[in-house]
């Protein structure tokens, strides 16, 4: 009966061990389970309360008593690659490579190690529990350890490409590829890290390689597809796409890709019935949502697309939808509705304040309420003081209003911040060439403005008015018809009209005119034309 006594106590005290453990585990007692599961596996030979005892320490991130645990396991069940893999990963965490790289042999040598995925985990846990440095050096020491082994130098060229360091990480993917040539995963990782680089065409042959050895990879086919999008090559792209969904019907992600590339092909109704496939799928909701609205509004189905737009209400699209919406708003003439909605998408997305002030100014300025734009404008300016694009479209509202000193005022702010901004100066010269007022002055601004900006229409509009108002009627020409011909603008025709009037070129004055009228007979300037020279529209 003696013989019976230790075996028994013990059986007993590991059956305590162990029921102590599961019921401080369930009153969240993690510590105590921990405590109980450790004592149980150091007494026991069953790996199982190792592995327990494992997961819990991880759990409350205890590294010492998981290292005792670990060891446990890895001592109980030698063959178990989970437990060797946890291993490694506790080791490299604790700083101790050479017992790290002891766990990486033995993992090595087991014939279901899952060597890929194990090393893809690694890869995320370095990655986020090291520092960029320590990482690259566990993997170059791994690598130099086991050179043959392909999953390693994958997984360190995964690192390195998560770590920007692009070179090496094409060199690893390159010696994983010498090993196992036809590893289609391997293929895409170093078609990623080159497009990386800026070499979308070797990327692409990369895919393409990969593909010959993978022929029935969906993934790589979609990943070939957005190469060729990206080349601009839009049919191939389509049947490969069509390749895709022809052998998987349900693959939502080529559907959302070729309904993109309808779209970009001007395939509005094949787009739509994509993307209406789209609506029941969670990942791709809102998207589809998003791109429903944008072919109604280019179809001019306002009421249609504002509804689409509508029914976004989260995901990456948000704010676009939003700011679509309202330009649904806008063209519906639904004006109080859309100022509405601009000051709670303001609130909203208060990083995006300055965009939806210039907006709803641009609103207000084309519907001629410059008193409101300029309010608005000035409440901006207050929220966001100094900020030049407010000040620079202030000032262009102040013209409106006559007021040329808060005009010139925010002007000069904006060229005190940046003395080579050509619009400012640009802007600021052409209201005192308007003026016919300190013409010197107005030279010094579009002598600047027109070397940043040699070609552009309304600079060239600027300095040919100047000009004209200097007395240089043939160089006003030379300038003011280069404008012309660049942008049949209705405000560049009536400025270049008056000066071929001026200089007895009547016939041509009359013929650029009567093309300015038809363009836009309410603009200003034109208005302006037809009450200085009656004579020319009898």
Same mark, same amino acid.
């Given at each position: 009966?003696? &013989?019976l006594?230790?075996?028994?106590?013990?059986?007993?005290?590991?059956?305590?061990?162990v029921?102590?453990a599961?019921?401080?585990?369930?009153?969240?007692?993690? !510590?105590?389970?921990?405590?109980?599961?450790?004592?149980?596996?150091?007494?026991?030979?069953d790996?199982?309360?190792?592995?327990?005892? &494992?997961?819990i320490?991880?759990?409350?991130?205890?590294? !010492?008593?998981?290292?005792?645990?670990?060891?446990?396991?890895?001592?109980?069940?030698?063959?178990?690659?989970?437990a060797?893999?946890?291993?490694?990963?506790?080791?490299?965490? @604790?700083?101790?490579?050479?017992?790290?790289?002891?766990?990486?042999?033995?993992?090595?040598?087991?014939?279901?190690?899952?060597l890929?995925?194990?090393?893809?985990?690694?890869?995320?846990?370095?990655?986020? /529990?090291?520092s960029?440095?320590?990482?690259?050096?566990?993997?170059?020491?791994?690598?130099?350890?086991?050179?043959?082994?392909? /999953?390693?130098?994958?997984? $360190?060229?995964?690192?390195?490409?998560?770590?920007?360091?692009?070179?090496?990480?094409?060199?690893?993917?390159?010696?994983?590829?010498?090993?196992?040539?036809?590893?289609?995963?391997a293929?895409?990782?170093?078609?990623?890290?080159?497009?990386?680089?800026?070499?979308?065409e070797?990327?692409?042959?990369?895919?393409?390689?990969?593909?010959?050895?993978?022929p029935?990879?969906?993934?790589?086919?979609?990943?070939?597809?957005?190469? %060729?999008?990206?080349?601009?090559? +839009?049919?191939?792209?389509?049947?490969?796409?069509?390749?895709? %969904?022809?052998?998987?019907p349900?693959?939502?992600?080529?559907?959302?890709?070729?309904?993109?590339?309808?779209? /970009?092909? *001007?395939?509005?109704?094949?787009?739509?019935?994509?993307?209406?496939?789209?609506? !029941?799928?969670?990942?791709?909701?809102?998207?589809?949502?998003?791109?429903?609205?944008?072919?109604? @509004?280019?179809?001019?189905?306002?009421? !249609?697309? %504002?509804?689409?737009?509508?029914?976004?209400?989260? *995901?990456?699209?948000?704010?676009?939808?939003?700011?679509?919406?309202?330009?649904?708003?806008?063209?519906?003439?639904?004006?109080?509705?859309?100022?509405?909605?601009?000051?709670?998408?303001?609130?909203?997305?208060?990083?995006?304040?300055?965009?939806? #002030?210039?907006?709803?100014?641009?609103?207000?300025?084309?519907?001629?309420? #410059?008193?409101?734009?300029?309010?608005?404008?000035?409440? @901006?300016?207050?929220?966001?003081?100094?900020?030049?694009?407010?000040l620079?479209?202030?000032?262009?509202v102040?013209?409106?209003l006559?007021?040329?000193?808060?005009?010139?005022?925010?002007?000069?702010?904006?060229?005190?911040?940046?003395? +080579?901004?050509p619009?400012?100066?640009? @802007?600021?010269? #052409?209201?005192?060439?308007?003026?016919?007022?300190?013409?010197?002055?107005?030279?010094?601004?579009?002598?600047?403005?027109?070397?940043?900006?040699?070609d552009?229409?309304?600079?060239?509009?600027?300095?040919?008015?100047?000009? #004209?108002? %200097?007395?240089?009627?043939?160089?006003?020409?030379? $300038?003011?018809?280069?404008?012309?011909?660049?942008?049949?603008?209705?405000?560049?025709?009536?400025?270049?009209?008056?000066?071929?009037?001026?200089?007895g070129?009547?016939?041509?004055?009359?013929?650029?005119?009567?093309?300015?009228?038809?363009?836009?007979?309410?603009?200003?300037?034109?208005?302006?034309?037809?009450?200085?020279?009656?004579?020319?529209?009898?």
């Open positions: 009966m003696k &013989t006594t230790k075996p028994v106590a013990r059986e007993s005290e590991l059956v305590y061990l029921l102590a599961e019921l401080a585990g369930q009153r969240g007692q993690y !510590d105590i389970a921990l405590q109980n599961y450790l004592e149980a596996a150091r007494k026991s030979r790996p199982k309360l190792a592995e327990r005892a &494992t997961q320490a991880l759990y409350l991130k205890d590294t !010492d008593k998981a290292l005792e645990a670990v060891r446990l396991w890895v001592e109980r069940d030698p063959k178990q690659a989970s060797h893999r946890i291993a490694a990963m506790l080791f490299l965490k @604790a700083g101790q490579m050479d017992q790290a790289l002891a766990q990486f042999r033995a993992l090595l040598a087991l014939p279901d190690a899952d890929e995925d194990t090393l893809i985990e690694l890869v995320k846990w370095l990655d986020s /529990e090291v960029k440095e320590q990482g690259l050096r566990t993997m170059q020491r791994l690598s130099e350890e086991f050179p043959k082994v392909a /999953e390693l130098h994958f997984a $360190y060229a995964l690192l390195a490409s998560d770590k920007g360091e692009q070179q090496l990480a094409l060199e690893e993917t390159q010696r994983a590829l010498a090993l196992q040539p036809d590893w289609s995963r293929r895409l990782l170093q078609a990623q890290v080159m497009s990386q680089m800026g070499d979308s070797a990327a692409r042959r990369a895919v393409q390689k990969a593909l010959k050895s993978d029935d990879n969906a993934r790589l086919r979609l990943i070939y597809s957005q190469f %060729l999008i990206k080349a601009g090559d +839009n049919k191939a792209a389509e049947k490969e796409l069509l390749r895709i %969904l022809d052998k998987e349900h693959n939502q992600d080529a559907r959302f890709v070729h309904a993109g590339v309808l779209m /970009e092909m *001007g395939q509005f109704g094949r787009a739509r019935e994509e993307f209406l496939k789209l609506t !029941d799928t969670a990942k791709w909701q809102s998207q589809a949502f998003f791109y429903l609205g944008l072919i109604e @509004a280019r179809r001019d189905r306002l009421e !249609d697309s %504002l509804r689409w737009f509508d029914k976004v209400t989260a *995901g990456p699209l948000l704010f676009d939808a939003k700011v679509n919406a309202i330009t649904a708003l806008i063209n519906l003439k639904r004006l109080p509705e859309a100022r509405q909605r601009l000051s709670e998408v303001r609130k909203a997305f208060p990083q995006e304040a300055l965009r939806l #002030y210039l907006l709803e100014a641009e609103l207000l300025s084309k519907n001629k309420d #410059y008193e409101g734009a300029f309010d608005l404008l000035t409440e @901006a300016l207050d929220e966001l003081p100094g900020q030049t694009e407010l620079y479209s202030r000032a262009l102040a013209e409106q006559g007021r040329l000193d808060v005009l010139e005022s925010d002007l000069r702010t904006v060229l005190e911040k940046n003395p +080579n901004d619009n400012a100066l640009n @802007a600021l010269g #052409y209201t005192l060439a308007d003026r016919n007022d300190r013409l010197q002055e107005a030279k010094d601004y579009l002598d600047r403005a027109i070397e940043l900006k040699p552009d229409p309304a600079v060239l509009d600027s300095y040919g008015w100047l000009q #004209y108002r %200097l007395g240089n009627y043939g160089s006003a020409l030379t $300038y003011l018809r280069r404008a012309y011909q660049s942008v049949r603008d209705p405000e560049i025709g009536a400025h270049l009209g008056e000066v071929l009037w001026e200089s070129k009547r016939q041509e004055a009359k013929r650029i005119w009567k093309e300015a009228i038809k363009k836009n007979p309410d603009q200003e300037d034109i208005q302006r034309i037809k009450m200085r020279y009656r004579d020319a529209f009898k």
